[in-house]
């Protein structure tokens, strides 16, 4: 599709650039399934580490429901980023999904306190990050590169080790014996999803380029099978498991608040709302040449916020905008919001569609791996492309160092603060909350220098 836009259309004046301008049928579905494929493995991700660290069943019928619910409501939020309600939604090209920005802070509450207490903080979060878009505007001073690149960068740093230990094969939660832990052939699995999806992302054009990562795990999962993995009678197994269709459930886990959780998700939630003002300006500039408005702005914050919150209540992660959408929209030249509706409707479809869940639950660990090698990493270097803009004069160096060296060595080591209030400990070992609170104190305190 790429190849037929003309360099006009590319910079944002051609006959798509306008939001309310659908592309005949022919070229607005593919373009659709395109955007779902760019996001979709990142989407469903954040579902199974949360529900990995809560103790949940790998491959069972809770977890394929977290996954129903990540994309189900991964759609719906679209929607309301696309068609908006009222003053909820940009009305522009913005995908959203599950955000990876929370998942340290969820696996964190969910591990130690249960997913009803995760949840039920995603759920105020969620009203908080709405509230937040009457006010974003003059919350973006607290929030420069310097403050946001070392949470994202943070957040990034976190999450590798996740990445390595599914690799190998498993995680102390899904309680895989001593001895494969490690084995050349999860190793193995793992490799052929990174270097499959690297040699599609920069050797190839067009969708197969952006769907580089879901193709790498189905390529890792043909791999999973020859090496003995899994087999065919477990695969059918468990996808015979699982209905056509099903319903939703409101409060699955029940109502549970923490303060410590809250205040957690929150911190990310603004964090969130600023990369969602980034990414509702630079889709207006790369589809449509201009600068995004303040109701656009505002309207994507509020799109947002309720997108967390009705998730929340039925099981799903905060949701967000994704960034390799705007790529999409820049690369396409296509700025139809009606094209990524389409997007949000399958989404929609998938989620309610357990057997869709339950093949993606079904994935081996050393798959997920591969992909969250590639993925957690790409979030670590988005936070060192945001501090890039950033001059690394003395004063800024002592911010990140210190920033970092207390938000990642408290969640290394968490016994440290042992003796801290539930609250706060929760807090201080959540590795994106300590890291964000001395950024943003220090950034305030520390004087400029000449």
């Not at 905008?321 to 990524?340: A, K």
């Not at 207390?406 to 706060?424: C, D, E, H, M, S």
Request: net charge neutral.
């Amino acid at each position: 599709m790429a190849d037929t836009m003309t360099a006009q259309e590319t910079q944002g004046t051609g006959q798509y650039s306008d939001p309310n301008v659908t592309p005949p049928l022919g070229q607005a579905i593919p373009l659709g399934f395109q955007h779902v494929l760019a996001m979709f493995a990142s989407n469903v991700t954040p579902s199974i580490i949360v529900a990995g660290a809560a103790g949940l069943a790998f491959g069972g019928a809770e977890q394929v429901y977290l996954i129903q619910m990540a994309m189900l409501f991964a759609g719906i939020a679209t929607l309301f980023q696309t068609v908006g309600i009222g003053p909820v939604g940009a009305r522009l090209p913005i995908m959203q999904g599950t955000s990876f920005a929370f998942v340290g802070v969820l696996a964190g509450v969910a591990a130690t306190q249960g997913l009803s207490v995760a949840l039920t903080a995603c759920i105020i979060g969620g009203v908080i990050h709405f509230a937040l878009g009457s006010v974003i505007g003059k919350l973006r001073w607290l929030f420069p590169p310097l403050v946001t690149g070392l949470v994202i960068l943070a957040i990034g740093l976190y999450l590798i080790p996740v990445a390595i230990k599914y690799a190998a094969g498993g995680a102390a939660q899904f309680q895989m014996e001593a001895e494969s832990f490690g084995s050349l052939k999860h190793w193995t699995v793992a490799l052929t999803v990174v270097v499959v999806a690297l040699v599609l992302k920069f050797f190839t054009k067009g969708t197969l380029s952006s769907a580089a990562i879901l193709v790498g795990l189905i390529v890792g999962y043909a791999m999973a099978f020859l090496v003995g993995i899994i087999t065919i009678e477990g695969f059918q197994s468990t996808i015979s498991k699982a209905s056509w269709v099903t319903g939703i459930k409101p409060l699955p886990y029940g109502f549970e608040f923490s303060l410590g959780a809250v205040i957690a998700v929150t911190l990310v939630s603004i964090v969130s709302a600023i990369e969602t003002v980034g990414d509702a300006s630079a889709t207006a500039k790369a589809g449509a040449g201009r600068d995004a408005t303040d109701a656009e702005i505002q309207g994507a914050t509020y799109a947002d916020g309720l997108g967390t919150a009705i998730a929340g209540v039925f099981g799903g992660l905060p949701n967000t905008s994704f960034s390799q959408n705007v790529g999409i929209v820049g690369m396409t030249g296509v700025m139809s919001r009606h094209v990524v509706t389409i997007g949000g409707i399958i989404l929609i479809l998938c989620g309610l569609m357990p057997k869709v869940g339950a093949v993606i639950a079904s994935m081996p660990l050393p798959v997920l791996g591969g992909g969250v090698i590639v993925m957690f990493g790409m979030v670590a270097s988005a936070g060192l492309n945001v501090l890039s803009e950033v001059e690394l004069n003395r004063r800024n160096m002592v911010i990140i160092a210190v920033s970092l060296a207390v938000g990642l060595g408290l969640n290394l080591v968490p016994t440290a603060v042992q003796y801290l209030p539930g609250v706060v400990k929760t807090l201080m070992t959540s590795a994106v909350a300590p890291t964000a609170l001395c950024a943003i104190v220090l950034n305030l305190v520390l004087p400029h220098e000449d």
